[in-house]
């Protein structure tokens, strides 16, 4: 099965990282595009079995699955370079945040269908094989849905879910690598003020977020269940808590994800 991936960028070039530690798809089978050598370059450092090309038209033609990772605004240009080399028997992945199947639609529509199209929003954790990722299905049958989910399950986690929720996956999945890691940064700040070393605080700080969600998918908990365990009565736990919502932690979090839409 061939993989093109049009934009090796950030999350492009994280997907091309991830697969290219999978086991089901073949390293050689996966070819990337970037607007620059040096992008392309830095992917196959990586690794050399990676394909590059700066052809977008060429990478797409022979390619059974098409993720198109560019900036939002370059999906159209893009659309009107790849379009006529498509056809319906290519699976598309767009990972563009916030472009609807709509508007997917119209940009690949071949004749008088249009082929299988997926939006998936994986995380950067997507390179190391961690990532949370949303996907949306559009045109596509049981067995593709079916294939692009061991694909990405295979990269981390993924959920199917209806496109109206892919905005508050989006945040809570894909922003949300970035919230999680502004928290470990402001622990590791306040850590150091109270004397640790910046290496001891991080390493101290990020086993404990790991553990922490770790926690809540192996004991299939709730949160403030995983929470009471920690808060001795009168202790120090609670004390720390109440002064974070005082200065308004949980709502600042709510308020985060909801200006991400
Ligand atoms: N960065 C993230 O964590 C996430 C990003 N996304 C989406 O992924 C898309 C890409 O975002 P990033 O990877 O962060 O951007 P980026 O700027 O790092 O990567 C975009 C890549 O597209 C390449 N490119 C530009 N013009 C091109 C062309 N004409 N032909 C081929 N390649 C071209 C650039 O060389 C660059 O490598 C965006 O639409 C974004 O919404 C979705 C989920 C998470
Ligand atoms: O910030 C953004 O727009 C992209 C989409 C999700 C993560 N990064």
Not at 163 to 181: D, K, P, Y
Not at 227 to 236: A, E, S, Y
Request: aromatic residues 4%.
């Amino acid at each position: 099965m061939k993989i093109s991936i049009i934009g090796a960028g950030n999350m492009g070039g994280a997907i091309a990282k991830g697969l290219a530690q999978s086991t089901l798809i073949n390293t050689t089978d996966i070819t990337v595009t970037a607007a620059t050598q040096k992008t392309l370059d830095a992917i196959k450092s990586f690794n050399r079995d990676i394909n590059t090309s700066k052809n977008n038209s060429e990478a797409v033609k022979n390619a059974n699955i098409i993720i198109i990772a560019v900036k939002p605004w370059l999906i159209d240009k893009i659309a009107k370079e790849i379009a006529p080399y498509i056809n319906n028997n290519q699976i598309i992945i767009s990972i563009v945040a916030g472009v609807p199947f709509e508007y997917l639609d119209k940009l690949f529509r071949c004749a008088q269908d249009a082929p299988a199209i997926f939006r998936a929003i994986p995380n950067t954790a997507i390179s190391i094989k961690e990532s949370m990722t949303a996907i949306a299905s559009y045109n596509a049958s049981t067995e593709q849905e079916k294939l692009i989910l061991s694909i990405f399950n295979e990269l981390g986690k993924s959920i199917l879910i209806e496109e109206r929720l892919m905005v508050a996956a989006t945040a809570l999945g894909s922003c949300g690598t970035a919230f999680a890691l502004r928290y470990i940064r402001a622990a590791i700040e306040g850590g150091i003020e109270m004397g640790l070393y910046a290496h001891q605080a991080k390493e101290i700080v990020s086993q404990t977020v790991k553990g922490a969600a770790e926690l809540l998918m192996h004991n299939q908990s709730h949160p403030e269940e995983e929470i009471d365990k920690v808060t001795t009565p009168g202790g120090i736990t609670i004390k720390g808590l109440n002064e974070m919502e005082h200065a308004g932690f949980t709502s600042a979090i709510i308020r985060g994800l909801k200006a991400s839409r």
